[in-house]
């Protein structure tokens, strides 16, 4: 039971989640994702832990989402808080430079989540999905922590994550105190009564309980410690895991387990939060499956042939072996190769290939997949039964795909300041239907590439999901100005000699960008400079979306000049008035630079949420054109914009307003 059971009024706020993150577009890319994987729970957004602190109070916080970067100040008081207020919520922190074996060996026992940045779609909502899943059950081996187990190597960890210079300090009630002191992420000197260096950092980590608070580095203090933190933590760490599961298991041998009588289900993934939602989803699903789970392939062939499951559901990308080799291992054993096969992996092609070549894998399920659509897929290959027994592994015919991707799930627009709100369906979308099998095509496949040499696979590649052009939801619209090199075709002079108008043609497609609020988007920095992509237009023929794709390089926008040549001259009547039209000579153009205002509408991002693209809505149509410096820019509008069969730039015309 929770610690702290919500009183009537906290029963009637939505549960939910908060996230904290200081960059706009990682808060537009991370909400819309959150939205996705949880569309039950509504979604927070906040940028410092103030706001924080105000949000979850309106709310029932099940899952907080910190990024590390920048380093958040006041994390350890507001951790503090956290812990107190709301014991059963779990947190998945953000951070680059996460260590592998602390993340392996602390497992899933933490008070704090650690995912790598950048990170993988799949690995993110498997996080996502497994927190919110049913998480703080009663104890059991694989031991499930929450902010109300949170430990100080948590804290530890996420101070040298983050990067921080300070010093942590652990009171207890007996009066004993110890000292961490971190500088720039490494931790560099312990004292803990008459000891230190390493010797106070273990003493005071194996203290549990006390109050922890964080001051200032002062003065000169000695550095006892000299080694990386990973390292320096990894045995603690160990031997901590070692205690908790010591503790869980008499916890859970006290406890009347379940019988357990139901299907077999033998899960192989190597990430360890894909194998913990899945678990959960299923046991949920129905509490008498016997679920086993495997985080390496020659792990998995092992359970395989020793507990016989009535399904196996496996990863293609393992860090031991591809699944295609698992495939081929379980059909050349006469012991499993009558076990069905549910593949599961953000590499479709690789999917369907595996299909194709091994009889065994009856049906694919692309990630990232909601509980909905697993639980549909496994409930109906389960009630088909195990493969046949005229099942010939060495000449195995040609398998088309047999799930088809699901449909996409429409992504949640929201206008910007609005209360997030669910989706609806939230149980996912269901799994297709067997397919029949086909004959096998003449040509042969070409080998199948090691898991190690495949890209990252795209979430264009996920035919699961939409293309993530991601929403500005629940946060303001970021002001942008673009401004890109044009020269001057012709102009328009009044009888009196003054400019009515020009029509324009890019020089080339580099733009120069500046953002109002910061000066970065999502680890790219605006300064790197970006080019112009496809435009939309309005049903009234104006510019209604801008795409713009990041080059990472140096913005070299042609200069401005005012020489202007001039190839041919005509007198055209326009508006009752008669205009003199200029045309210039194609060697000797005038240029000019124009500057336009817009709002970041969207955010297209790849599988590890680096910006693809982003897409621009234009404030109005009236931009500024300078051929000189700032101050010597004037206002002018948009009436007319021609476009290539790529939806580029080909031409405008601009006229000069008063």
Known sequence: MPSNPPTPASENLPRGILLIEDYSALRVAISSALHKFAPLHGVQV?????EAETAAAAMRP???????????????????????????????????????????????????????KPFDLEEFGAAVQALL???GLPPSINYRGTLRDLHLVDIVQLKCLALSTAVVRLEMAHGASGDIFFHKGQIRHAVAGTMSGVDALEEILSWTG???????????WPKTINVAWPVLLLPFVRKLAEQEKKSSGRAAAQSAPVAKTGKKILVIDDTEMLLVFVADVLATADQTFQIVTASTGAEGLRLAETARPDLVLLDYSLNDMTGDKVCRALLENERTARI?????????????????????????????????????????????GRLPTALRPKAAPKLAPVVPPPAPMPSPVLPAESPATPLPNGHGIGGGEVAPKQQPPAEVPPPTPPASELPKPSILEQPAWPTPQVPASGVRRAEVSVTLSLQVVSMQITPFFRMEG??????????????????????????????????????????????????????????????????AMSLQPANAHQYIR?????????????????????????????????????????????????SESAPFEIQEVELNGAAELRALIVRALP
Do not use: C
């Open 210 to 220: 006390g109050t922890l608070s964080q001051t200032e580095p002062t003065g000169a």
């Open 133 to 135: 899943g049913p998480w």
């Open 582 to 630: 200029l045309t210039s000579q194609a060697d000797e153009s005038m240029r000019v630079r124009m500057t336009a205002p817009f709002e970041l509408l969207t955010v297209e991002l790849t599988a590890a949420f680096e910006v693809a693209a982003v897409l621009l809505k234009p404030h109005g149509s009236t931009v500024l054109v300078r051929n000189g410096s700032e």
């Open 62 to 116: 099940e899952l907080f989402v910190i990024d590390l970067d920048p380093p958040p100040l006041g994390d350890v008081e507001f951790f503090n808080k956290l812990k107190a207020l709301y014991p059963d919520a779990r947190v998945l922190a953000i951070a680059a430079g996460i260590s592998r074996d602390l993340r392996a060996a602390r497992g899933t026992a933490g008070g704090i989540q650690f995912i790598e």
């Open 340 to 384: 069905p096969i549910l593949m599961m992996s953000g590499h479709v092609t690789e999917l369907i290939r595996t299909a194709e070549d091994y009889e065994n894998v009856v049906a694919s399920l692309p990630k990232p997949f909601l509980s909905g659509e697993l639980i549909n897929t496994v409930e109906k290959l389960l009630a088909t």
């Open 502 to 567: 020009m029509k324009l043609q890019p020089v080339n497609s580099t733009v120069a960008v500046k953002m109002a609020e910061r000066e970065e988007l999502n680890g790219v920095s605006l300064e790197t400079g970006f080019r112009l992509g496809a435009i939309g237009l309005g049903v009234d023929g104006h510019v209604d979306t801008v795409r713009l794709v990041p080059t990472r390089q140096p913005p070299q926008l042609p200069a401005a000049g005012s020489s202007f040549a001039i190839g």
């Open 46 to 50: 906040a940028r410092t832990f103030g």
